[in-house]
Nanobody, 127 residues
Framework: QVQLVESGGGLVQAGGPLRLSCAAS????????LSWFRQAPGKEREFGSA????????YYAGSVKGRFTISRDNAKNTIYLQMNNLKPEDTAVYYC????????????????????WGQGTQVTVSS
C-alpha cells in the first residue's frame, strides 16, 4: 500500500511560480513511477509530468514542457512539481499518482494504469 499526500497548491497570478509536493509513504520501493495529473472543472484528468523512480528519467506533456519541472528527493520519498510562468488555463486540481510496476509504453501517463492517488491540491491562476 502507498499513501500519497499533495501540498503546495494555492492562488497565484498569471506568470507567477508555484511548487507542489507529493509525499509518498508505505511501499514506495515498489513504485515504478510517480506522476502529476490535473483536472479542471468539466474536463477529463490529464497527464502533466512523470518521474521514473529507478533512474529519475522525466517526462512531460506538451502543454507544460518548458514551464514545469518535476524532481524527487529520494531520502524524503517526495516528488515536486515546480511550475513557472503559470497561465489561467493551468487552473485545476493537481493529483499525484503512483504506478507499482512498469507496464509498457507511456504507462505513467495513463490515469487508468495508476495504482494509487493522492487527494489533490487546488491550483488557481488569476489573470
Amino acid at each position: 500500500q502507498v499513501q500519497l499526500v499533495e501540498s503546495g497548491g494555492g492562488l497565484v497570478q498569471a506568470g507567477g511560480p508555484l511548487r507542489l509536493s507529493c509525499a509518498a509513504s508505505g511501499r514506495t520501493f515498489s513504485s515504478a513511477a510517480l506522476s502529476w495529473f490535473r483536472q479542471a472543472p468539466g474536463k477529463e484528468r490529464e497527464f502533466g509530468s512523470a518521474i521514473r523512480w529507478s533512474d529519475g528519467n522525466t517526462y512531460y506533456a506538451g502543454s507544460v514542457k518548458g514551464r514545469f519541472t518535476i524532481s524527487r528527493d529520494n531520502a524524503k520519498n517526495t516528488i515536486y512539481l515546480q511550475m513557472n510562468n503559470l497561465k489561467p488555463e493551468d487552473t485545476a486540481v493537481y493529483y499525484c499518482a503512483a504506478y507499482s510496476v512498469y507496464s509498457g509504453g507511456t504507462y505513467y501517463a495513463s490515469p487508468k494504469s495508476a495504482d494509487y492517488w493522492g487527494q489533490g491540491t487546488q491550483v488557481t491562476v488569476s489573470s
